[in-house]
């Protein structure tokens, strides 16, 4: 008997060797091991098989696609956000660029636009979604004159509900080299909104630093600085901060040292934001400096403005597996506004600032001031 006919005859017994009994299974073997020769494990194992149910793959073309173009300019807009945080952003950019005669969709398109899921965008992106993750160069030097005086938090520490909490860490722009002078930039970012500013200096020193922040103090944040959280940095561990932070009620904490998840928020921040627009090459003159406190300025209103920032609300542990849940992303405007503590005042200015801003054309403005960056 060849092969095909064995196959045929054990086929024609997988129905019935599935619904019979044990004691009847063993008979219906011993027949089938008489006739085909196949021993009895191998017959267990192919008569489990048959019959092979064929899966039926049914083709549809997926209606996101009459808005494929759309969405690919939206996601470029968001600076290449993840689906989970663009698909609440899209009615925002949409309403937006209209605004400013920017992009004009149809109504059909608009509900299909609106309506689409996170895990869909991600699977119509999925073929473009290829990025390239440059690593840098840890340049902080630990400052032991004040790091015993200072209290310690951890990011389990963060409880504060309210705005004015942040967390602050300083980029290096000195290329391969140390040598000489170079522009550093100051990155603050605020816990409970994700409020992000940040200003560039010239040097690493304690009074430049406390500059930068007072600068971001005064001019940037829709907010009082109530306090700050830094690193074991030599630029934060001196006494010249901490008279400013006691001359303006202003609390301050640190983290503790090697350990960079103490300081997460700020972390995530000094790549999708400082490195990722600005790189990593060195950045040494004034003209430089003077470019980069100008895409600073562009990327606080594109940041805060246009893009979502999902906070962590629960962290469950259940042996080793650990469950963390998120709240909808919300860009830090939204958040701003949605807070009860902040005046009316400043959130009409906010409405104000927002109603002047067109997505498209600030993120064209940051990415030719990076090039421009380079070229130098």
């Not at 698909?87 to 609106?114: D, N, Q």
């Not at 100051?186 to 500013?197: A, P, Q, R, S």
């Not at 303006?248 to 904490?253: E, G, H, L, R, V």
């Not at 790189?279 to 979502?308: C, I, V």
Request: glycine fraction near 4%; charge should be positive; include cysteine.
């Amino acid at each position: 008997m060849k092969k095909q006919e064995r196959l045929t005859v054990v086929r024609a017994f997988s129905k019935e060797y599935k619904r019979t009994s044990k004691k009847q299974k063993g008979v219906l073997l011993e027949r089938l091991v008489q006739t085909t020769g196949y021993s009895r494990k191998h017959l267990m194992d192919i008569l489990s098989q048959f019959p092979k149910a064929k899966r039926i793959r049914r083709k549809r073309v997926s209606k996101y696609l009459f808005v494929i173009k759309y969405l690919r300019k939206l996601w470029a807009i968001s600076n290449y956000a993840c689906g989970q945080r663009l698909a609440p952003m899209i009615p925002s950019y949409l309403a937006a660029l209209r605004r400013h005669k920017e992009l004009t969709v149809t109504k059909e398109e608009r509900k299909l636009l609106c309506s689409i899921s996170h895990a869909t965008i991600d699977r119509l992106l999925k073929h473009e979604r290829k990025r390239i993750n440059l690593k840098g160069r840890s340049r902080t030097k630990p400052g032991t004159l004040l790091k015993h005086q200072i209290p310690i938090r951890t990011f389990a520490d963060w409880n504060e509900k309210q705005p004015g909490f942040l967390e602050i860490d300083t980029v290096h722009h000195c290329g391969d080299s140390l040598r000489g002078d170079y522009v550093h930039t100051l990155d603050t970012t605020d816990v409970f909104t994700g409020w992000n500013e940040c200003r560039a200096f010239m040097g690493k020193s304690e009074r430049n630093t406390v500059e930068a922040l007072e600068h971001i103090k005064q001019n940037k944040l829709p907010f009082p600085m109530l306090g700050i959280d830094f690193d074991t940095g030599g630029e934060f561990v001196n006494y010249h901060l901490i008279r400013y932070s006691d001359r303006n009620k202003i609390s301050y904490t640190r983290a503790r040292e090697g350990k960079k998840n103490d300081q997460n928020y700020i972390e995530q921040q000094n790549y999708s934001v400082v490195r990722r627009f600005v790189g990593y090459q060195r950045l040494d003159t004034p003209e430089q400096l003077q470019m980069l406190n100008q895409m600073y300025d562009l990327l606080s209103d594109y940041q805060n403005f246009f893009q979502p920032v999902m906070r962590l609300k629960e962290k469950v542990r259940n042996g080793t597996k650990v469950t963390r849940r998120y709240d909808k992303p919300k860009t830090a405007y939204q958040r701003v506004l949605a807070d009860k503590r902040i005046t009316q005042e400043a959130k009409k200015k906010l409405r104000e600032r927002y109603s002047t801003l067109n997505p498209k054309r600030l993120l064209l403005k940051i990415t030719s001031l990076g090039k421009k960056l380079s070229k130098r």
